[in-house]
């Protein structure tokens, strides 16, 4: 079964970092770009950053560029987002997921075009004043 599992979540106070990890399995990893998700309190989810599957290149949220950074090891199937200067704004559940497509394809400025392909579990990031 394909599982896109999520940790590194907590609670951090303002300022602080995290590194949350998204360890996949089920489908061949190199294929696939890899994006993370988050869905605040009674807000809609939105997509934070995506790596692309065929060149590494990141897409971002404006919010947080300069603040979060995207990775993969395709070594370990894993992909890491490293999220500094954390504001209580960035507290949330983040998913991460997988998408069959190229990030240039589906991300746009705007939000995804579609839905991703696979979704993960969500690890929960809480950012306290």
């Known amino acids: 079964d394909v599982q896109l599992q999520a940790s590194g979540g907590g609670l951090v106070q303002s300022g602080g970092s995290l590194r949350l990890s998204c360890v996949a399995s089920?489908?061949?990893?190199?294929?696939?770009?890899i994006g993370w998700f988050r869905q605040a309190p009674g807000k809609e989810r939105e997509g934070v950053l995506c790596?692309?599957?065929?060149?590494?290149?990141?897409y971002y949220l404006d919010s947080v560029k300069g603040r979060f950074t995207i990775s993969r090891d395709n070594a370990k199937n894993t992909v890491y987002l490293q999220m500094n200067s954390l504001r209580p704004e960035d507290t949330a559940v983040y998913y991460c997921?997988?998408?069959?497509?190229?990030?240039?394809?589906?991300?746009?400025?705007?939000?995804?075009?579609?839905?991703?392909?696979?979704w993960g579990q969500g690890t929960q990031v809480t950012v306290s004043s």
């Open positions: 790596i692309s599957s065929s060149d590494g290149t990141p």
């Open positions: 997921a997988a998408e069959d497509h190229d990030g240039s394809t589906w991300w746009t400025e705007d939000g995804v075009l579609w839905p991703p392909k696979y």
């Open positions: 089920g489908f061949t990893f190199d294929d696939y770009s």
